[in-house]
T-cell receptor, first 116, second 112 residues
């Protein structure tokens, strides 16, 4: 079946503009994650959605970042008033409902954001 | 808090060499452990996993054993190929719920 998809694949924007990134998880996956990966660095957790529970926003770096998810489907990550340090690859992952310790995640190809 | 530490790269090897990428972790409880791989131009994908002590995960010739006594999950392959060139991420999950903690990644270059 289809994997996790993200759009756009690349986004170039000017400092101060708002951007919206989209993630389509695997159908039936109740958990959805957003990560940020700066050049040459590891994954930085941003936010987590699980079903109808309140999202865990503890990884969002500032109030310029927000994310929404409609039910168990599409999610959008919005960055307002973008700054150059926001330049990174933004990765989305989905996972079946968490059961105990196993939590394999399926990643999308990412959106490469460049803020000029 | 929980953390994952993996060896810094890049690691450069010749084809057919033996590979070890070290990974150690700090966690409360009993996490699941993972290795993810990111090939050039592609998204992260799960390489192998282990859910309890002494479990060995294996896939595509790669292996890693969950060592609780040394809190380690080192990745090994007996004979690397050029196509194994990628970034490898060690990760843990499940100690406090959903969060997965990733290491910084180790870039592997394999020369023909």
């Amino acid at each position: 079946g289809a994997g996790v998809s993200q759009s756009p694949s690349n986004k170039v924007t000017e400092k101060g503009k708002d951007v919206e990134l989209r993630c389509d998880p695997i159908s039936g996956h109740t958990a959805l994650y957003w990560y940020r990966q700066r050049l040459g660095q590891g994954l930085e957790f941003l936010i987590y959605f699980q079903g109808n529970s309140a999202p865990d926003k503890s990884g969002l770096p500032s109030d310029r970042f927000s994310a929404e998810r409609t039910g168990e489907s599409v999610s959008t990550l919005t960055i307002q008033r973008t700054q150059q340090e926001d330049s990174a690859v933004y990765l989305c992952a989905s996972s079946p409902e968490w059961r105990g310790t196993l939590n394999e995640q399926f990643f999308g190809p990412g959106t490469r954001l460049t803020v000029l | 808090g929980d953390s994952v530490t993996q060896m810094e790269g890049p690691v450069t090897l010749s084809e057919e060499a033996f590979l070890t990428i070290n990974c150690t972790y700090t966690a409360t409880g009993y996490p699941s452990l993972f290795w993810y791989v990111q090939y050039p131009g592609e998204g992260l994908q799960l390489l192998l996993k282990a859910t309890k002590a002494d479990d060995k995960g294996s896939n595509k010739g790669f292996e890693a054993t969950y060592r609780k006594e040394t809190t380690s999950f080192h990745l090994e392959k007996g004979s690397v190929q050029v196509s194994d060139s990628a970034v490898y991420f060690c990760a843990l999950s499940g100690t406090g719920g959903f969060k997965t903690i990733f290491g910084a990644g180790t870039r592997l270059f394999v020369k023909a």
